[in-house]
Nanobody
């Protein structure tokens, strides 16, 4: 199995920046794709960004493209989400996710089986 733990969330002003981290443990060598999802109060969980195991391929939701950057450090078994130009609408719990299957489903926004517990991002106006 794989364990995912998010960190780095907090309260920031609109226009500010934040860097989220997702530390993975367990069968990290089996994580074919990883990604970020978020869920705002009263809304469904939505896809944010995903990254291929090698870090060479990434995908983003249109709403965050140009502001968010996903990356990973395989040596540290850690995935990151750099968030710039934060907007109040970015307020949500951000979740780390991974798919162990050799598939590009997560790259297209469909989550894998494993989730972290989430980290809260709150953007004030």
């Amino acid at each position: 199995q794989v364990q995912l733990v998010e960190s780095g969330g907090g309260l920031v002003q609109a226009g500010g920046s934040l860097r989220l981290s997702c530390a993975a443990s367990g069968r990290t060598f089996s994580m074919y794709t990883m990604g970020w999802f978020r869920q705002a109060p009263g809304k469904e969980r939505e896809f944010v960004a995903a990254i291929y195991w090698s870090g060479d391929r990434t995908s983003y939701a249109d709403s965050v493209k140009g502001r968010f950057t996903i990356s990973k450090d395989n040596a540290k078994n850690t995935m990151y989400l750099q968030i710039n130009s934060l907007k109040p609408e970015d307020t949500a719990v951000y979740y780390c996710n991974t798919d162990l299957r050799i598939t590009n489903r997560l790259m297209r926004g469909a989550p894998g089986e494993y989730w972290g517990q989430g980290t809260q991002v709150t953007v004030s106006s």
